[in-house]
Each structure stands twice: as C-alpha cells, then as structure tokens.
C-alpha cells in the first residue's frame, strides 16, 4: 500500500513529528510506502513529490517547520482542481492521503473525502487551538510558550521605562494564546476576538495599574476588535480561502491608549515568531501520537476521519464534524481572568 502525507496551511512546531510517526509506524510495521506532496494542496495539484521513508525522516522530530513545505493552496478554486488531484494519486499508486493541517485545510479533505470518494485521514494542526473536536491541537503549546517567555521580558523592560507595552499575538477568531500566554505571564488586561473591548475601560485598567506603581502589560490577539471599531487590517488582499491578512491592532491600540492617558505605550507584534522554532515536550509528544493514529486509521480503511485527543486518548471524529465550527473562549473562561485586569 502506498500512502501520500501533506501539509497545508500556516506552519507549526510539530508537524516534522507527525509525518516522522507516520513513517516509522506505517514502514516498520504495516510495511507501506510513502509519498510526500509538497508545499500543502499545490503537491498534488502540480505533482510535486518527495519520497518519505525511514532514512528521511530520521533526526526530524525536534525541527520545527515541516520537510514537506506547506501553503495555502485552495485546490478546490483551482481549474479542474479535483480531477488533477486523482489524475497526480493514480501517477503515484496513492491509495489514500493523511492530511495535516487546520481548518481550511481539512475542509478540502472532508470535500474530497465525503463528496468526490478520495480516500483521506486528517490530522489537526493549528497554533490557534481552535478545531472544535479535538482538546488541544499541536503547536499551540508551543506557541503560547514562545508568548509568555515574551510577556515575562516586556515586564521588566516595561517596569524599567514605567510605560505601556502592549503585546500583539496571533488569533483570528479565537483568543487562546492571548487568554493562556497572557495569564501565564501575568497581563493586566487581554483582549480576544471572542470579546469586543472598550477602549475607555482598557485605558482605566492602564491608569489603575499606574496607579499601583507598576507598568501595564497590555496583550490582544491580532482578531480582537473595539466596540465601536472593526478588524485591523494589514492590508485589503485576500488568500485563496478568502481571508484577509491581519495585523495592526496593537499598534492602533498603543497609539490610543497613549494619546488617552498620556502615558507612553510601546507595541511589539510577535508574529511569526510564534510560529517558529523547536516544538515544546508536549507538542512533540501530541504530534507524535496523531501521527500513529493516523496511519492506523489508514489501516482500518478508516477514511474522511480526523483523528482527535479527548483528555488523553486519541479518538476518531469525522472530519466534516471537526471542521463544522470553531472552538473559541467560552465567556465564562475570559471572566476568570479579569480579576487579574487593572
């Protein structure tokens, strides 16, 4: 049997540890062949290939990226999108496809997978934590640690200059690096895109903290909006799922708070910072195991299914299921953490 294995969508600590259990499982003991395609959906669209066996993915496990490059190709906008896709798994006697990405990208695996019949397992992988059937997805762990570390060292240099330092982390839709990070580093207000915040009560938490002779630390997910205010654009251009590219509220809300308060405010945006590096223990850990569920899966003949962690099992779920809705902070988790704010 021949299996191919991608990545889609934005890049995250864990996914050289997913495609390294994939192999090694499927090689070692179901004695499978394997197909990478690279750069996400564009491998299978322009027969982009990489062989993956057991030399190859040896040593991987604490990279961060992926071998197989990633993108977020939208193979169901592109001509004759579906037919290229078979027509590239047949070339290669591809009898089924592990899909390792987030929500855009295992929307297209649950489209071919439920609608056009090609065999398909996902994997979830977002830095957000925001698919709704799994717990946790891997890189988040990662990622929230990357953004408290940061946190801890705004706080000095903050408490240094006794200025505003409001720190941008990313989060479209959902707040959970902002929520974890920030009352892992002890933020005095964080805002989600769950929540629209008042920039009035955002500056009465800043001057309340002065008050206490102490700087504020100030965290907003790259998502989060005013009440009487929209997205903060990066610019007006559109990927091929139809999202727009953000960043800017954290600059636009320092530049308010201190024109409010006449207290100097700072922004550090740390981006894909977030994205890069070594995987934490954890997400080395999760990766791993999502990887060699998803080749038993393969196995099963278990298609158009996700595989999912449920406090510490990994289950199955469909992947149509998993991709229905978003998984975002429950207003009752963001109230936990405002006794902390101001």
């Known amino acids: 049997m021949r299996v ?54 040896r040593g991987i496990l604490p990279r961060g990226g992926t071998i197989l490059g ?7 906008k592109a001509e004759d999108g579906v037919q290229r896709i078979r027509e590239t798994l047949a070339a290669h006697r591809v009898d089924a496809l592990i899909v390792i990405g ?11 997978s439920d609608t056009h019949g090609i065999p398909c397992v996902g994997v ?5 934590n925001d698919l709704s059937a799994t717990d946790y997805t891997f890189g988040f762990d990662t990622a929230v640690g990357i953004a408290t570390e940061a946190i801890d060292r705004l706080h000095t240099t ?12 990313m989060g479209r839709h959902a707040g959970w690096i902002a929520l974890h990070s920030g009352l892992a580093g002890g933020a005095n207000v964080i805002l989600i895109p769950e929540q629209r915040f008042d920039v009035d009560q955002v500056c009465a938490w800043v001057t309340s ?27 007006g251009t559109l990927d091929s799922f139809g999202h727009v590219r953000l960043s800017g509220v954290g600059e636009w809300l320092a530049k308010e708070i201190e024109r409010r308060t ?62 229905a809705r978003l998984k975002t902070v429950r207003p009752e988790l963001y109230e936990e953490a405002g006794v902390f704010f101001g």
């Open 4 to 57: 191919g294995v991608l990545t889609g969508g934005g890049d995250c600590p864990g996914l050289n540890a997913v495609i390294r259990g994939i192999v090694r499982k499927g090689v070692q003991e179901y004695g499978y062949e394997f197909t990478g395609f690279r750069d996400g959906w564009r491998g299978p669209l322009d027969d982009d290939t990489l062989r993956l066996d057991i030399p190859v993915v």
């Open 70 to 76: 990633s993108s977020r190709t939208n193979p169901l």
């Open 102 to 112: 987030g929500e855009d990208t295992l929307g297209v695996a649950a489209e071919l």
């Open 124 to 128: 979830p992988k977002t830095i957000d």
């Open 158 to 169: 903050a408490e240094s200059h006794m200025r505003v330092l409001v720190c941008e982390v």
């Open 209 to 235: 903290r002065f008050k206490a002779s102490y700087a504020p630390i100030v965290v907003v997910a790259e998502g989060a909006m005013p009440k009487d205010g929209d997205l903060v654009l990066k610019d």
């Open 262 to 323: 006449g207290k100097e405010a700072r922004t550090t945006v740390l981006g894909h910072v977030q994205r890069g590096g070594t995987p934490s223990a954890f997400d080395r850990w999760l990766a791993t195991r999502f990887g060699l569920h998803a080749i038993e899966a393969v196995r099963d003949g278990d298609y158009g299914k996700m595989v999912a962690l449920r406090g510490t099992d990994i289950v199955r779920v469909p992947i149509s299921e998993a991709t």
